[in-house]
């Protein structure tokens, strides 16, 4: 698989997991490090095999956009807790404070459900 790049060994990866016909998958930042075509494709894909198998998916990913797409219901975790959880409509509602639901990004969800701020992710960026 060394000559395949690395969007196409995910896309592999993902499909040698449903091989088995699996009821639970794990998928653990399926899309990381992949350009954006290739991140569409394993995204795209894993809608098409969660469509069409009966298996629950269980995604991790630091993807807000990504888990707004892929997933049923998101958790969101802090500290080691679970904080938050629901249908990604649930978890917009509450933190719309009046503003159309559907403009509220899951990345402002995560925020201020987690109790972050945007300028403390800011920091811990920067620090590394």
Known sequence: MTHLS???QQKVAVARAFLT??????LDEPTTGLDP???????QFIREVRDEHDATI??????????????????????GS???????FELRSAVARGR?????????????????????????????
Do not use: N, W, Y
Request: glycine share 6%; aromatic share 2%.
């Open 100 to 128: 159309p639901v559907e403009e509220v990004s899951m990345e402002t969800v995560f925020l201020e459900l987690t109790g972050h701020r945007l300028e403390e992710d800011e920091e811990v960026m920067v620090d590394g």
């Open 6 to 8: 690395r969007g196409q």
């Open 21 to 26: 016909s699996p009821v639970l998958m794990l």
């Open 37 to 43: 075509a290739s991140k569409r494709e394993v995204q």
């Open 82 to 88: 679970i904080v938050a959880e629901g249908t990604p």
């Open 58 to 79: 269980l995604l991790t990913t630091h993807d807000m956009d990504e888990a707004d797409r892929l997933c049923d219901r998101i958790a969101f975790l802090a500290g």
